[in-house]
């Protein structure tokens, strides 16, 4: 049998902060999503205030404020990069695991039994946090709804020490009894109510509630759910993540643009990035979407919304086809005189060139992308955006408002951290 473990960074935002920045440890420390908008991240400092998830930064700053807690905006550079270290650190582990969100990884710990589970949790708990800096809590159980149980528990309860395992324990069910019904994996608040009206409130009553009934009601979705709370794996670990779909990048901006030559400048860079990164996956986009946006929070001007698609034949990860068939899709819906607020460029029906099928009228091009691939490594050594077509102004005005970020300290030689 499976032995499921599940790896959680805590308050991950919030600890990748800390990493560089001894002063902010013991202190409350809230993140801002993109152009600062919302709260999106409390360590557990700033819980204990009472700040809650998701709440719109203007109505609490005076509060946060008054009890002296740090602003930060959002740092994806640092937090993805950590993520990487913290997931490849994991990986040295155990042969089978899945990396299941930024900060969430399940490890398959099968015939690791004989170490003893919690020690060897333990072990790689200490390993994580000295290697990157990052606490992690482990959860252990027979199935992946049971370790993220057991997760939940292991961060809530001081005792444990990060690191709980139920796989075989006799107080699995007092653990069920403790778990709303709300936070078992994949139920959520949607199915929580009609679960509580037919009284039940936690895991454990979920797990004993009758199977025909559940079926009915929420399909084999959520009979697996009752499935794997009884200790039978349902989900198993997939090692190998899916293959993209799409590749989006877009943003708000931090005003609004009217003017054509920065909209370009904004298309076309993301047009780079968007086919650097197909490039890095070793896939290549069938077709191009671009979309430009007015904010919907501003009644009072015109609104406009417009997206194109548009086909890419053959299929391309070339950074100047990627480029040119962006700004053609620009040309073909931008309206002079509109406030735009958001933009973006999405590759779609990517696939791995091998793939394709041979054309007969679009033969494959046997020349190698030599150009893309330098841009590639002089952007990747020394930042984004040194190099790009000569059509991007340098100045980015248009980008997000980020009053409060941290420096890049991994993925920036300008902003690694000094030591005295
Ligand atoms: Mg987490």
Not at 5 to 19: I, Q
Not at 139 to 148: A, N
Not at 313 to 321: A, E, G, L, Y
Request: charged share 20%; proline share 5%; glycine share 6%.
């Amino acid at each position: 049998m499976t032995v499921f473990a599940l790896v959680d960074c805590n308050n991950f935002y919030a600890s990748c902060e800390r990493v560089f920045q001894p002063r902010l440890i013991g202190r409350p420390i809230v993140v801002l999503s993109n152009n600062d908008g919302c709260i999106i991240a409390r360590s557990d400092e700033a819980k204990a205030l009472g700040i809650p998830m998701g709440a719109p930064y203007f109505k609490f700053k005076n509060y946060l404020e008054k009890q002296e807690v740090i602003i930060l905006s959002s740092n994806y550079a640092l937090y993805g990069d950590l993520s990487n270290r913290v997931m490849t650190t994991l990986s040295s582990f155990t042969p089978k695991s899945e990396i299941y969100s930024i900060d969430e990884c399940f490890l398959d710990l099968s015939g690791f039994e004989h170490l003893k589970l919690t020690e060897y949790c333990q072990h790689i708990r200490q390993c994580v946090f000295q290697w990157t800096g990052i606490p992690v809590s482990i959860g252990i159980g027979k199935t992946k709804t049971l370790s993220k149980i057991s997760n939940l528990l292991a961060k809530k309860s001081q005792k444990t020490n990060g690191v709980l395992d139920l796989y075989n324990s006799p107080w699995l069910d007092i653990a069920l009894q403790r778990i709303a019904v709300g936070d078992v994996w994949g139920i959520g608040r949607r199915w929580s109510k009609a679960l509580q009206e037919r009284g039940i409130i936690t895991a454990y009553d979920l797990k004993e509630s009758p199977e025909r009934w559940i079926r009915q009601k929420f399909g084999i979705v959520g009979l697996k759910t009752v499935k794997e709370l009884q200790g039978i794996s349902c989900i198993e670990i997939e090692d190998e993540s899916p293959q993209k779909q799409t590749v989006c990048i877009s943003r708000s901006f931090g005003s609004t643009l009217t003017d054509y030559l920065a909209l370009k400048s904004v298309i076309a860079t993301f047009a780079d990035m968007a086919s650097c990164k197909i490039r890095k996956h070793g896939l290549a986009a069938r077709a191009i979407n671009v979309f430009i946006q007015t904010s919907p929070f501003n009644p009072e001007i015109e609104q406009y919304n417009k997206s194109i698609t548009l086909g890419l034949h053959p299929q391309t990860n070339n950074f100047q086809d990627i480029h040119g068939a962006a700004l053609k899709c620009l040309d073909k819906i931008f309206k002079p005189n509109i406030r735009y607020k958001k933009a973006g460029v999405i590759l779609i029906d990517l696939i791995k060139p091998e793939d394709v099928p041979p054309n007969l009228f679009h033969p494959p091009s046997h020349t190698s992308d030599e150009l893309s691939k330098v841009c590639d490594s002089i952007n990747q050594r020394f930042g984004f955006g040194l190099i790009q077509l000569g059509q991007v102004k340098k100045s980015r005005t248009w980008y997000m408002k980020q009053n409060y970020k941290t420096p890049s300290f991994t993925t920036r030689w300008d902003e690694l951290p000094r030591a005295r």
